[in-house]
């Protein structure tokens, strides 16, 4: 089966932990995304990679790091720096950044 | 001003009847515009892509587009109960898809 995997699907921290969330794909896309949506908002984009061992930030990278060492994997970490990291974080990948998007089934973060 | 704008909602529409979400954007040399369908607690999914001016048809869903104007919709026939949702426009601009807010669409039986 073809697709985009995140794990876990739901998160609980503490605050003051980094935390890292997973996502792969196998896809083959050159593209992958990482989004975060709010209740009742829109999507945010944190970071996004077109090649492997590339990244460039989006509207709201600030206290989130992420790396691209491999086509199929993305990870972000939520770093303590964040000041409001509960959210649903979802990650999307594409095969160039004009075409579709698509999404992986995301992770709920919740940092109390 | 936003760069990609959408009607929250919510859109009421009784069931049996076409559903009309619009879409206004602000890069004018945009190129690729999506539709995105996003059910509550969910990962949006992708339902119409549209690359050229006018009309695109896929099943009940279709979708027009308006570079001139700035402006995609997206029509559904026959609504039904499963369309309830809220759906997303979608703008590619600057090596980027920019994401409207969405619209709550729901309908009524």
């Known amino acids: 089966d073809g697709g985009i995997t995140q794990s876990p699907k739901y998160l609980f921290r503490k605050e003051g932990q980094n935390v890292t969330l997973s996502c792969e794909q196998n896809?083959?896309?050159?593209?992958m995304y990482w989004y975060r949506q709010d209740p009742g908002q829109g999507l945010r984009l944190i970071y996004y990679?077109?090649?492997?061992?590339?990244?460039q930030k989006g509207d709201i990278a600030e206290g989130y790091s992420v790396s691209r060492e491999k086509k199929e994997s993305f990870p972000l970490t939520v770093t303590s720096a964040q000041k409001n990291p509960t959210a649903f974080y979802l990650c999307?990948?594409?095969?160039?950044?004009?075409?579709?998007?698509?999404f992986g089934p995301g992770t709920r973060l919740t940092v109390t | 001003q936003k760069e990609v704008e959408q009607n929250s909602g919510p859109l009421s529409v009784p069931e049996g009847a076409i559903a009309s979400l619009n879409c206004t954007y602000s890069?004018?040399?945009?190129?690729?515009f999506f539709w995105y369908r996003q059910y509550s607690g969910k990962s949006p999914e992708l339902i119409m892509s549209?690359?050229?001016?006018g009309d695109k048809e896929d099943g009940r869903f279709t979708a027009q587009l308006n570079k001139a104007s700035q402006y995609v919709s997206l029509l559904i026939r026959d609504s039904q109960p499963s369309d309830s949702a809220t759906y997303l426009c979608?703008?590619?601009?600057?090596?980027?898809?920019?994401f409207g807010s969405g619209t709550r669409l729901s309908i009524r039986p």
């Open positions: 999307a990948s594409s095969t160039s950044p004009s075409y579709e998007q698509y």
């Open positions: 896809l083959n896309h050159d593209a």
């Open positions: 990679s077109q090649i492997v061992n590339d990244f």
């Open positions: 890069d004018r040399v945009s190129q690729s």
């Open positions: 549209i690359y050229s001016n």
């Open positions: 979608a703008v590619h601009s600057a090596s980027k898809i920019i």
